[in-house]
């Protein structure tokens, strides 16, 4: 099993540009998640998804939209990046909540310009 | 709607000394509750958690929390630190709409 896997690591942007992080899971989790973590903030939840199809807002949705279309992927969409946007980001995915643990990607760190 | 305070933001210990890190929440019903910890340049670990029945919880690495439903708290212990846990340790919750909500974190730096 890889686990949870993001790509890119590392990414360079211009404000205004646009990417995509991409988030895959090959352990069936149903659950599915991104974070931001910026220092002396935590981890803020952007979206989630408790299942394909199924997607919804957390704490600081504005700026990035979600899709999920299958069970393993969970792309992450910066439309139109801002500097706000540098941060470091986190997917995260869990089978159920019985089992309640959430297991993290390595991240991805993003610098807007 | 849920939160998460974690009230000490950097805290530094010697070896063998004692450890508390406060964890307070906001949630009028049922909560599951967890610590995490991210070793530098690592992601986050689960060290344990809270779904219901005892209150006292025992983790990895000798780390244990106490769940205070009155206090809304979960605070983590640890008897004694050692240098290897030098670590950011986050405090999160998780209530019924599904977010698993994490508090702003708390740095330890343990001195040899």
């Known amino acids: 099993n890889a686990g949870v896997t993001q790509t890119p690591k590392f990414q360079v942007l211009k404000t205004g540009q646009s990417m995509t992080l991409q988030c895959a899971q090959d352990m069936n989790h149903e659950y599915m998640s991104w974070y931001r973590q910026d220092p002396g903030m935590g981890l803020r939840l952007i979206h989630y998804s408790v299942g394909a199809g199924i997607t919804d807002q957390g704490e600081v949705p504005n700026g990035y939209n979600v899709s999920r279309s299958t069970t393993e992927d969970f792309p992450l969409r910066l439309l139109s990046a801002a500097p706000s946007q540098t941060s470091v980001y986190f997917c995260?995915?869990?089978?159920?909540?019985?089992?309640?643990?959430?297991?993290f990607g390595e991240g991805s760190r993003l610098t807007v310009l | 709607a849920q939160s998460v305070s974690q009230h000490n933001h950097h805290v530094i210990l010697s070896e063998a000394a004692s450890l508390e890190l406060g964890c307070n929440y906001s949630?009028?019903?049922?909560?599951?509750l967890f610590w995490y910890v991210q070793y530098p340049g690592q992601h986050l670990q689960l060290l344990l958690k809270y779904f219901s029945g005892d209150p006292l919880v025992k983790g990895i690495k000798g780390f244990e929390a106490e769940f205070i439903k009155s206090k809304f708290s979960f605070n983590l212990r640890k008897p004694s630190v050692q240098w290897s846990d030098t670590a950011e340790y986050f405090c999160?919750?998780?209530?019924?709409?599904?977010?698993?909500?994490f508090g702003q974190g708390t740095t330890l730096q343990v001195k040899p």
């Open positions: 949630y009028g019903g049922t909560v599951n």
């Open positions: 995260a995915s869990l089978r159920n909540w019985n089992t309640g643990e959430l297991f």
């Open positions: 999160a919750v998780k209530g019924n709409t599904g977010k698993l909500i």
